[in-house]
C-alpha cells in the first residue's frame, strides 16, 4: 500500500483498533464480573453442602450411638443373663447335692419312697430313679419323687430365686 492511501486509512484503523481495545477491555470487565459471580455462587454452594455434610454426619453420629448403645445394653442384658444362669445351676446343684445326701439317710430314703407309693394308694410300684430319688406307678399314673424332679421343684417355688434377679 501506498503512504498516501496508507495515510488516508490511519483514522480507521485507530477506530477499529480503538474499537478492538475498547470491546477487548468490556469483555475482559465482564469476564472478570462473571468470575466474581461464579466463585461467590460455588463458595455459597460449597457452605450449603458444607452444611449438609454437617447435619448428615451428625444424623449419622447419633444413628450410629444409639445403635452402639443398643449393642452394649443387648451385651450387657446377656452377660447378667448367663451370670443369672450360672448361679441358677450352680443352686440347683447345691440342692441336688443336699437332696442326694438327706436320701443317703436311712430314714429319709424310705420316708419319701413310702409317700411316692401313698400318693398312688395300694398296689403301687416304686422304683430307683436314675440319679437318685423314686418313682412310683400304677397303671398310667406316675409320681416322680426324683432327685431331679424334686430339685426343679424346690428351686422354682423358692420365692428367694426370683428375688436374686430384681
Known amino acids: 500500500m501506498s503512504t498516501p492511501v496508507r495515510e488516508s486509512l490511519e483514522p480507521v484503523r485507530s477506530a477499529l483498533l480503538h474499537r478492538a481495545q475498547t470491546d477487548a477491555?468490556?469483555?475482559?470487565?465482564?469476564?472478570?464480573?462473571?468470575?466474581?459471580?461464579?466463585?461467590?455462587?460455588?463458595?455459597?454452594?460449597?457452605?450449603?453442602?458444607?452444611?449438609?455434610?454437617?447435619?448428615?454426619?451428625?444424623?449419622?453420629?447419633?444413628?450410629?450411638?444409639?445403635?452402639e448403645e443398643a449393642h452394649t445394653r443387648r451385651a450387657a442384658h446377656a452377660l447378667v443373663l448367663a451370670a443369672q444362669r450360672d448361679v441358677y445351676d450352680e443352686l440347683c446343684r447345691r440342692v441336688a447335692e443336699a437332696l442326694r445326701t438327706a436320701l443317703d439317710d436311712r430314714r429319709l430314703g424310705p420316708a419319701l419312697a413310702a409317700r411316692a407309693a401313698a400318693a398312688l394308694g395300694p398296689g403301687a410300684t416304686v422304683e430307683p430313679a436314675t440319679g437318685g430319688g423314686f418313682t412310683a406307678r400304677l397303671g398310667d399314673r406316675r409320681v416322680d419323687c426324683s432327685v431331679a424332679s424334686l430339685t426343679a421343684h424346690a428351686v422354682e417355688s423358692a420365692e428367694t430365686i426370683a428375688e436374686l434377679w430384681r
Open 25 to 67: 477491555a468490556a469483555v475482559r470487565a465482564e469476564t472478570a464480573r462473571s468470575c466474581t459471580r461464579l466463585l461467590a455462587d460455588a463458595g455459597a454452594e460449597a457452605e450449603r453442602l458444607l452444611e449438609v455434610a454437617r447435619r448428615t454426619g451428625r444424623a449419622d453420629a447419633a444413628r450410629l450411638a444409639k445403635a
